[in-house]
């Protein structure tokens, strides 16, 4: 098969990458290397750099592929705030123009990254995709927007596309050292520093932390799972257990051999209180079901840091 995967250059997208390489697949990747890095991007992977909203780079990156992921987007809630229209540009822009090229060139399905951002915070725990989306800021609403083209796409331009809700990612690559940086990767640079853990709040607050090994097998799956059941359609995927940051920070501990300290400061605003993932409908129609639990995850992520 040959694939597309935009942002493949980050976090998430060059995971993918590696894993269809593995699988023999030929992968080519559309990056404009603002949060991602080319020496992520596996060494039999063509990396094109350019931009997801520009057209002719866009038609350009899709020919030839049979399924596109679509990961190229800025991913910080943080820096939707601060700018709103350069993320619309990248996030709704950029989704749409991804698209388009894909329904004109004929790609048989595109796997979009959503995100648990779009519930806002849901009510109702485990939350399942029913749920009443409710965006609280700019990111969440461009995740959101993404879905409803996916769906559109997939009735009126006969492209399969299938959205993945993604519930906070962990794992090898998540870097510490960015302004809008992950919790996992600032807790484990902190506790392996001997500095106390920024904590906003009272680290009560829970996460579906979900394991970014989990995250590219749901790709895999959605890629070909049967059209009939999935496309036009957005899935929860998450670990489906929530921890605390407290949790967090003591398994961390235990990993590290370290006693550990947190700074506690005020509630980041906008920030949800628990989230918890209700994932039978991958089950059931993308045949997926996360296999690393949290505290493995964990330490598989610590002994990526450790060897870096
Ligand atoms: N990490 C998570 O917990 C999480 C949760 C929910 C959803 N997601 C989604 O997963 C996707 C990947 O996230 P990630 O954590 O790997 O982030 P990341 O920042 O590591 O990866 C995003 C990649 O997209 C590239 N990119 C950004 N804007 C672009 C543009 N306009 N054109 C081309 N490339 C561009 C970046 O250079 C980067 O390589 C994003 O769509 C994000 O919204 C991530």
């Not at 890095?37 to 039999?44: I, K, L, R």
């Not at 951002?117 to 029913?130: D, F, K, N, R």
């Given at each position: 098969m040959q694939a597309l995967v935009t942002g493949g250059a980050g976090f998430i997208g060059s995971n993918i990458v590696e894993a269809l390489v593995a699988d023999g697949h030929r992968v080519r990747v559309l990056d404009d290397l603002t949060t991602g890095?080319?020496?992520?991007?596996?060494?039999?992977a063509e990396l094109v750099v350019g931009e997801v909203a520009d057209e002719d780079a866009v038609a350009g990156a899709v020919e030839g592929a049979e399924v596109v992921f679509h990961l190229a987007a800025h991913r910080a809630v943080l820096r939707s705030v601060e700018q709103p229209l350069a993320t619309d540009s990248a996030n709704v822009h950029g989704t749409l123009t991804v698209l388009k090229a894909a329904a004109d060139a004929g790609v048989g399905r595109v796997v979009y990254a959503s995100s648990s951002?779009?519930?806002?915070?849901?009510?109702?725990?485990?939350?399942?995709?029913?749920a009443p989306t409710w965006p609280r800021s700019p990111y969440a609403v461009t995740k959101l927007t993404g879905e409803h083209y996916c769906r559109v796409f997939a009735e009126l331009y006969g492209v399969e596309t299938v959205a993945l809700r993604y519930f906070n990612v962990y794992g090898p690559?998540?870097?510490?050292?960015?302004?809008?940086?992950?919790?996992i990767p600032l807790f484990i640079a902190a506790l392996r520093q001997g500095t106390p853990a920024e904590v906003?709040?009272?680290?009560?607050q829970s996460r579906d932390f979900t394991y970014i090994d989990d995250v590219v097998a749901a790709n895999l799956a959605a890629a070909s799972a049967p059209a009939e059941r999935c496309s036009g359609k957005a899935y929860n995927i998450a670990g489906g257990c929530a921890y605390s940051l407290l949790d967090l920070l003591d398994i961390l501990g235990g990993i590290l051999g370290v006693e550990w300290r947190a700074d506690h400061g005020a509630p980041r605003p906008g920030d949800v209180r628990h989230t918890r993932a209700d994932i039978s409908a991958a089950r059931n129609d993308l045949g997926h079901d996360p296999k690393v639990d949290f505290p493995e995850g964990l330490a598989r992520t610590a002994a990526w840091f450790s060897n870096r």
């Open positions: 890095y080319a020496d992520n991007v596996h060494a039999d951002s779009v519930y806002g915070g849901a009510a109702e725990l485990p939350t399942p995709e029913t690559r998540q870097r510490p050292d960015s302004a809008y940086a992950a919790v906003h709040g009272d680290g009560k």
